[in-house]
Each structure stands twice: as C-alpha cells, then as structure tokens.
C-alpha cells in the first residue's frame, strides 16, 4: 500500500503539512507545532475509508502521531445507526480509537440543509477531536472542482473560487488538514478496490436535488468525457487563483496597516486608495474584526457614505451583527447590543450591569464620599444634564462634553453616570463634576467582562 501512487501524494501532502513548510499564516504555524495527533473524520463513505488506512498506514511509520476517528450522525438518514456500527467495526479492526457523536440539524432560514448540516459537523468534529490534534478531511480534486463550480454558480470572487485549502483553521484555532485535494475521485476509489477496502454508500448521494450532488452525477461526467483532463486543469486553476489571493493578502495588509488604527479605520487614509484598493481594505479590516462580509452593495454603500458625506456626516450602514458607523475621521465596528436601563441604585458595592459590565468603586481621587441622605445611582442617557467638569470653563451640557472627550456618537447612551441624588457628580470613565472632586474620596470604574477592558 505504501509504495501506491496516491499513498505516496498522501505521504508527501502530510508531510509537508504537519512539518509546516507551507504555512499560510502565523496562526497556521503556531498551531502545527503542537500537532500531537490525526483525528479522521470518518463518514463510512469510500473518501474517508480510504483516508482512514492512508493515515492508519502513516502513523505506523511515525509513531509519534495518535490516530482517531470520529463519525457524526445527523440524523438526516434512517441507516446512520447501522452505518455507525460499519464504522466502529471498521476502526476497531484496526485498533484506532473511535468516537460516535450526533448532532441535531435545525431548519434555519437562507442555510441549506447541507450547509446546516456541514455547520454542526464541523462543531461536533473540533469539539470531540483530542487535545493537539489536527482534523483531517477526506475531501479530493473532484470535490474540489466541485466546490469551485458552486462557487462560480454563486458568483464569488477571487478568494471564493480558491475553493478549500490544503491547510485552513476553525474558529476555535483548531487545524484541518486536507491531504487528498491533490487527488482524484478515480484514484480513490481504485485504491479501495485495489486493496478491498470496504465502504457504505449514502443514499443522499444519489439524489439530484442537491446542487453538489447534481454537479456529481450529470454535470462533471459530461466535462470530463468531452474534456480530457478536466479535474486536474481546474485543480491548477484553483492553485493559481489561491496563490494570487495570497499576494493580494500581503498588498491588503501592507495597505491596511497604513489605514488602521486599534479597531477602526482612517477615511482619509482610505481615500488615498484606488477603489478596488478601497474595497479590499474594508474587507479586510471586517474580517479582522470577525464581521460576516458585505454584500457588493452594502460594500458601495459603506464607501460611497464613508467617501462623499459630509465629515460630520451620521453615517450607519447595517450589516449582519451590527453596524459600520463613522465618527469624525474614523470608520468604526459597532456590536449590536440591548439599551441600558435607565436607572438603578448602587449604593457604594460592585454592581453588574445588564450587558456583561459591571460598575466598582475605587477610594481615592475622584468625588468626595456621599453623606448619609445622599441616594447614589446609576443612570444613562441624560445628555442635556449640565455640569463642569475639572479645569473647563463654564458649565455646558453632557452632550457637548462628551462630543469635547472624543466619545463617538453611539457610545453616548451607554456611558454610566454616577448622581448623589439628583446631581451628576461621575461621568464614569471621563471626568467627575468638579463641585464634587475630592483627593481623598472615591470613583467609580466599569469593567467589562468580555475583554477586561477598564475604564
């Protein structure tokens, strides 16, 4: 088995993966370091059968490595219990430790079933895999020009149409290894009928309902019989459209370091760009921030706003999560979130707020302490309350000094405002009244308890 034409491509494709020769990013090579393992994905299918005695026969020859096989039932056939029991009489012939999970698919809107279902695979995958293990999936060259036709379908651009990586991360920082993408479906499966490796066949694949399946079966049989070497052409292709993606990820990072600052975006750096530039900077930069990407007209939107309104222009473009939203120079991120209530009495002990906040009190320099009839509370949004703070001139309204400190527009409501009473003595986090300041009292500080930033 070892001396195969496709054992050897697998070998090769492992080796250079697992050594990370070919690392796309830093996340990539910090990962692979500590790959203790494989964790097969294993279906029952003739993909990952295949995969799993390619990787049985690997961690022969590097002992180092554990090897383990998770099957995840979705629920989506009456014969996933009897392929489970395939599966687990599969691994257990070979001695490779096997896990069975199952996984619920709940109807969603605008998600495929076989998007929904792929979802709570990849979940169900990275959370049962060992600790320093990388996933390997059993994905191939057809599959490949599968996923790159869907995609064109689709109308993707130069990223989508790079179709899957060899090497790719979960959210979780969870390595995916794809050590079959070089080969083809034919070769798979002679392989498996070369050396009588046993397999399942999923009824699923068979109907033309779904668009891959369709692909499968009357598409790509078409192509391939007209063209000769069509799925290895497109495989190239792929390759090439993955390398050029790549360069114009270090152009975008170069541009995106000159627009960037912290978590937001200059516009006036921005507009020094050429549009496709522009683009590709706005895309990279929600990206980074974890943003689902815009469609091509929400993108205009955000540049033809952030571009040619006024400065003080109230800029909101709503996407998935959230809005892009300026302020004064700055394109910012801002998250969803529920309005604060109102009011609420804190007295002088740590109080949670209802958005993972919460409010402690610090002695020291700040406000002098509350007398005994003095109520102390918290309360949000007074923005016509008049007050002075320290060294300013004249007493003016909250809104204008919050406007003064800097404080985007949004962010307004939100900021807590500590009252003795009824007077506003802490604008938490920026300044107190200055009728109030002491040396010798105390303040109050919000945390947040998503990323310990204080204030």
């Known amino acids: 088995m070892t001396q195969t034409p496709l054992y050897k491509r697998f070998s090769a494709s492992l080796d250079v993966l697992l050594a990370n020769e070919v690392a796309p990013d830093e996340t990539f090579a910090v990962t692979h370091t500590a790959t203790r393992g494989l964790t097969v994905a294993l279906s ?34 009456p014969n996933s219990l009897q392929w489970q029991t395939f599966c687990q009489a599969q691994c257990d012939a070979l001695a490779v430790a096997f896990t069975p ?76 290894l794809r050590p079959l993408l070089s080969s083809e479906r034919a070769d798979i499966e002679a392989f498996a009928q070369t050396f009588g490796i046993a397999h399942i066949e999923d009824e699923s694949n068979l109907s033309d309902r779904f668009d891959r399946n369709f692909l499968r079966n009357q598409v790509l049989p078409l192509l391939k019989s007209r063209f000769s070497g069509f799925i290895p052409s497109v495989m190239r292709t792929v390759e090439l459209l993955q390398g050029q993606q790549a360069l114009l990820d270090e152009i975008t990072q170069a541009d995106l370091a000159q627009c960037r600052s912290e978590l937001s975006l200059s516009i006036s750096r921005l507009a020094q760009f050429a549009p496709l530039r522009q683009q590709n900077l706005v895309r990279a930069w929600l990206a980074e921030l974890g943003v689902q990407m815009p469609s091509q007209k929400q ?39 529920p309005p604060r209530q109102a009011q609420c009495d804190v007295g002088l002990k740590k109080v949670a707020l209802d958005d993972n906040t919460t409010l402690s009190v610090i002695e020291g320099q700040g406000v002098r302490h509350p007398t005994a009839d003095e109520q102390v509370s918290v309360r949000f949004n007074c923005l016509n309350e008049k007050v002075k703070p320290p060294g300013r001139s004249g007493r003016n309204t909250l809104k204008h000094w919050l406007k003064d400190y800097d404080v985007p527009t949004w962010e307004r409501s939100r900021v807590p405002l500590i009252y003795y009473n009824d007077e506003l003595v802490q604008v938490v986090g920026f300044f107190v009244n200055e009728a109030y300041a002491s040396s010798q009292g105390l303040s109050w500080k919000l945390e947040d308890a998503r990323n310990t930033k204080n204030r």
């Open 101 to 176: 999970v199952s996984v619920k698919v709940l109807a969603q809107n605008r998600q495929s079933l076989e998007a929904q279902a792929r979802t709570a695979r990849y979940e169900a995958l990275d959370k049962r895999a060992d600790q320093g293990h990388a996933l390997v999936l059993g994905q191939h060259g057809d599959d490949q020009v599968e996923t790159f036709l869907l995609r064109l379908k689709r109308g993707s651009g130069l990223k989508g149409l790079g179709a899957m990586h060899a090497h790719s991360t979960l959210p979780s920082g969870r390595v995916c």
């Open 44 to 77: 029952g299918g003739v993909d990952s059968m295949v995969l799993l005695h390619l990787c049985h026969h690997y961690v022969q020859i590097h002992p180092h490595l554990a090897l383990h096989a998770i099957y995840v039932d979705h629920g989506l056939s």
């Open 299 to 337: 993108l205009d939107q955000i540049l033809s706003q952030a571009l040619n309104a006024r400065a003080d222009a109230q800029m909101t473009v709503s996407l998935s999560g959230g809005q892009v939203r300026r302020f004064r120079d700055q394109l910012h991120w801002v998250i969803e979130q």
